[in-house]
T-cell receptor
Framework: DVKVTQSSRYLVKRTGEKVFLECVQD?????MFWYRQDPGLGLRLIYF???????EKGDIPEGYSVSREKKERFSLILESASTNQTSMYLC??????????????FGEGSRLTVL | DAKTTQPPSMDCAEGRAANLPCNHS???????VYWYRQIHSQGPQYIIH???NNETNEMASLIITEDRKSSTLILPHATLRDTAVYYC???????????FGDGTTLTVKP
C-alpha cells in the first residue's frame, strides 16, 4: 500500500516561529501536494511539486514556502508563523497519469496551532 | 479547472443506495471528474474517477451525464462507515493542481 507519512500529527508553535512540516511518500510518486483544511473552507491547495526541485503555487501560497530536494520528501515551511495559519495541513502524492492528476494519496494530516 | 457545486449535506438509510450529485457545468473536454471522501480526522481517500463513460469499482459507481455537466456518485448499499464528507473535483489531464470545494456531508442512519 502507498503510504504518505506526515512528521507530526499535532504541533503547537508560537507566533513568529519558523515551522517545518515534513511529508514522505514511499511509492516513487512524481507529484506531491500541500493543502490546508479549515472548517467551512474545504481543502485549499498551498503548493505542489511535480518533480525534484520543482514547485508551483497553489491557491493560497502566501506565507508559505516549500522544498523538494528528494523525490520522496516534500516540506512545507512557515517562515514566521501567524495565528491565522492555525489549521489542519494535509500532504498528498500521486503518479503522473493520463487520467488527470492521478489518484491522490493523502497523509493523516498535521494539526498546527499557532499561539 | 472547472468549479463544482455539491449539496452541503444529505442523509441516507443504512442498506439503501446513497446518490450524491455534483454539478460541473463549466467542465471542458479534457477534464476528469474525481470523487474522494474524508472520514472524520483522517486524510481524504480516493473513490473513483471518470471522463465521460460511467465507471464502477468495488466502492462505488460514477454516472456522468451525456453533456458532462453533472455527475452522481452512487454507494449501492450504504453502511454506517460510509458517513463522511464526499468531495467531487474536476481536474485537467496531466494538470498538477486540484481544488476541493466544501463537499457533501453524508450521514448514514440506522
Amino acid at each position: 500500500d502507498v503510504k504518505v507519512t506526515q512528521s507530526s500529527r499535532y504541533l503547537v508553535k508560537r507566533t513568529g516561529e519558523k515551522v517545518f512540516l515534513e511529508c514522505v511518500q514511499d511509492m516513487d510518486h512524481e507529484n506531491m501536494f500541500w493543502y490546508r483544511q479549515d472548517p467551512g473552507l474545504g481543502l485549499r491547495l498551498i503548493y505542489f511539486s511535480y518533480d525534484v526541485k520543482m514547485k508551483e503555487k497553489g491557491d493560497i501560497p502566501e506565507g508559505y514556502s516549500v522544498s523538494r530536494e528528494k523525490k520522496e520528501r516534500f516540506s512545507l515551511i512557515l517562515e514566521s508563523a501567524s495565528t491565522n495559519q492555525t489549521s489542519m495541513y494535509l500532504c498528498a502524492s500521486s503518479l503522473i497519469a493520463r487520467g488527470g492528476l492521478g489518484e491522490l494519496f493523502f497523509g493523516e494530516g498535521s494539526r498546527l496551532t499557532v499561539l | 479547472d472547472a468549479k463544482t457545486t455539491q449539496p452541503p449535506s444529505m442523509d441516507c438509510a443504512e442498506g439503501r443506495a446513497a446518490n450524491l450529485p455534483c454539478n460541473h457545468s463549466t467542465i471542458s473536454g479534457n477534464e476528469y471528474v474525481y470523487w474522494y471522501r474524508q472520514i472524520h480526522s483522517q486524510g481524504p481517500q480516493y473513490i473513483i474517477h471518470g471522463l465521460k463513460n460511467n465507471e464502477t469499482n468495488e466502492m462505488a459507481s460514477l454516472i456522468i451525464t451525456e453533456d458532462r455537466k453533472s455527475s452522481t456518485l452512487i454507494l449501492p448499499h450504504a453502511t454506517l462507515r460510509d458517513t463522511a464528507v464526499y468531495y467531487c473535483i474536476v481536474v485537467r489531464t496531466n494538470a498538477g493542481k486540484s481544488t476541493f470545494g466544501d463537499g457533501t456531508t453524508l450521514t448514514v442512519k440506522p
